[in-house]
């Protein structure tokens, strides 16, 4: 098991990384997801061994790496320009690591094909790695970094640089591999499809802090502030004020919520669409029927999105009008 230990890392007297925690397990993967800046490659920097935390602790199985060098961790890293040796072909670029430990001619044959069959590359062996697509080239980026099967595998946004639809296949073949190998795993992205398809648990960087750490459903049924909702795209976050006790006004209507706020405050509420029955949810959350004025609708794989007077978008199967009157049933959740 990996461990970060309230690591803390500033940049020119500028604080990056102001407490980082958290564990990645044996065969699990877990997303870092922030925005451009927010520290991500420094953390992965200060995992492989690359750069140094100011304080806090690196563990792994509960030894400390502070005095271990990148080389001996034991680590594979895939970045988002692939990083591969243009001199070498496909083959030598993933026999790179086992040549390195002195594997055998033939051990390491076997290797490099067999990960080869693994990435989608069967006879790609010769080939210059300068002459292959960027999906390619990022498959023997894998294969290269699967090779001396690592303790733990990084991600650095490494579908960044593909067009969409090579971007779905790789991350689904990512999924598998990681799925079989068991290799527990740190990718990091800041694009929360990415997120949500290949997270086991999803870590929210924000501010030098994790500020959400949960599986991909509890997230999304619950992204606990309004900062997280709006990051992933979760629903509607909509201001709200304390008008009487549990009672809060909005712009779509004054909901009952059971939550301890005081007259007066300023709160901010996720407006989701829902269809469970009405009345009261868990604590903090009711299901209310709300009307919005249909300002636009656009048209989205299977459903159409609506977007609503005051700046509420739900979905629904059949198109209304622009200016037409509609209900929607909704659950409203406290979020500050
Ligand atoms: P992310 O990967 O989330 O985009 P980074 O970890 O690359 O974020 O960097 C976050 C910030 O840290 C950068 O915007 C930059 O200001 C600073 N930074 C990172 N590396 C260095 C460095 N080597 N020297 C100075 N500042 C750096
Ligand atoms: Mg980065």
């Not at 990083?83 to 070498?88: K, T």
């Not at 304390?242 to 006790?245: G, L, M, N, P, S």
């Given at each position: 098991m990996l461990e970060l230990r309230n690591v803390v890392k500033s940049y020119e007297d500028k604080p990056l990384l102001t407490d980082i925690s958290f564990t990645v397990s044996q065969g699990e993967t877990i997303c870092l997801l922030g925005a451009s800046g927010s520290g991500k490659s420094t953390i992965l920097r200060i995992i492989a061994g690359l750069d140094f935390p100011e304080r806090g602790a690196i563990l792994l199985n509960n030894i400390d790496l502070a005095g271990t060098p990148p080389h001996l961790r034991d680590f594979g890293l895939v970045f988002q320009d692939y990083?591969?040796?243009?001199?070498?072909n496909v083959f030598d670029n993933i026999a790179f690591g086992l040549k390195m430990r002195n594997a055998s001619v033939d051990e390491i044959k076997q290797r490099v094909t067999a990960l080869l069959e693994q990435v989608n590359l069967s006879g790609f062996d010769s080939r210059r790695v300068t002459d292959l697509s960027g999906g390619e080239q990022q498959r023997v980026a894998l294969a290269r970094a699967l090779a001396p099967s690592p303790r733990l595998l990084m991600f650095d946004e490494p579908l960044g640089a593909l067009d969409r639809s090579l971007k779905e296949d790789l991350l689904n073949e990512i999924r598998n591999i990681l799925r079989q190998t068991k290799i527990p795993a740190i990718y990091v992205t800041h694009d929360q499809e990415e997120a949500f398809t290949i997270a086991d648990r999803i870590l929210v960087l924000h501010e030098g802090t994790i500020i959400r750490d949960g599986t991909p459903s509890d997230i999304w049924k619950d992204p606990q502030s309004a900062f997280v909702a709006k990051l992933l795209g979760i629903g509607n976050v909509v201001d709200g004020e304390?008008?009487?006790?549990n009672k809060i006004k909005t712009d779509f209507g004054t909901f009952n919520l059971n939550f301890s706020k005081n007259i007066g405050e300023k709160v901010q509420l996720l407006i989701t669409e829902s269809p469970s029955p009405l009345g009261e949810g868990r604590r903090g959350e009711v299901r209310e029927q709300i009307q919005l004025t249909v300002e636009d609708v656009l048209f989205k794989q299977d459903q159409f999105q609506v977007k609503g007077r005051g700046g509420i978008t739900i979905h629904m199967k059949e198109a209304p009008r622009i200016g037409e009157v509609i209900t929607v049933q909704v659950q409203v959740k406290c979020l500050s």
């Open positions: 990083g591969l040796f243009p001199h070498l304390v008008v009487a006790e």
